[in-house]
């Protein structure tokens, strides 16, 4: 059975950094792309990051370019999101999902919450 | 980067059927055959539903269908049933390698 569960959300300051975590089991995780998905409270889905097989490729939403890292480390079948320079408007539900090469959202963890916040 | 459009609410009565529709442009809807759709239920994480525009994924009832034409792809939900009351968005690969949702559509079953 395929799983996600994400890790690392909480308060944070306005400027302030975190660094979200998502352990995958179930699937071959080096044989995936994988995606953060955030959820602004009572807001719709925002696609943030995305992050090849071997990690060679990367793409972010222009919003959190240059502020967020997307990584994974194969070896321990974990996903994580480097956020720095966190802004109130970073505030959401973050969800790490497996996606179709590139195409679909196929499996989804149940999220971590983020709150930016003075 | 600019959401898909799509409907904020669309209601129907048990047993009819619903169209929601999502309208992108030719730099991702339009431009391939990439469209997902998904459920999502307060507090729960989103459902893969439709995928790659018209497939569904094991599990999931035939009562739901995807279309697409031109920049709009369409979901419909036939027989509408108390359980598919819900928040509703599509998806689509872009042209910048990248994914975007929809706004979002409320289903509400009357």
């Known amino acids: 059975e395929v799983q996600l569960v994400e890790s690392g959300g909480g308060l944070v300051q306005p400027g302030g950094s975190l660094r979200l975590s998502c352990a995958a089991s179930g699937f071959t995780f080096s044989s995936y792309w994988m995606s953060w998905v955030r959820q602004a409270p009572g807001k719709g889905l925002e696609w943030v990051a995305n992050i090849k097989q071997d990690g060679s490729e990367k793409y972010y939403v222009d919003s959190v370019k240059g502020r967020f890292t997307i990584s994974r480390d194969n070896a321990k079948n974990s996903l994580y999101l480097q956020m720095n320079s966190l802004r109130a408007e970073d505030t959401a539900v973050y969800y790490c999902?497996?996606?179709?090469?590139?195409?679909?959202?196929?499996?989804w963890g149940q999220g971590t919450l983020v709150t930016v916040s003075s | 980067q600019s959401a898909l459009t799509q409907p904020a609410s669309v209601s129907g009565s048990p047993g009819q059927s619903i169209t929601i529709s999502c309208t992108g442009t030719s730099s991702d809807v339009g431009g391939y055959n990439y469209v997902s759709w998904y459920q999502q239920h307060p507090g729960k994480a989103p459902k893969l539903m439709i995928y790659?525009?018209?497939n569904r994924p094991s599990g999931v009832s035939n009562r739901f269908s995807g279309s697409k034409s031109g920049n709009t792809a369409s979901l419909t939900i036939s027989g509408l049933q108390a359980e598919d009351e819900a928040d509703y968005y599509c998806?689509?690969?872009?042209?910048?390698?990248?994914?975007?949702f929809g706004t979002g559509t409320k289903v509400t079953v009357l």
């Open positions: 999902a497996r996606i179709w090469f590139g195409a679909y959202f196929d499996y």
């Open positions: 790659d525009v018209s």
């Open positions: 998806s689509s690969y872009t042209s910048s390698s990248t994914q975007v």
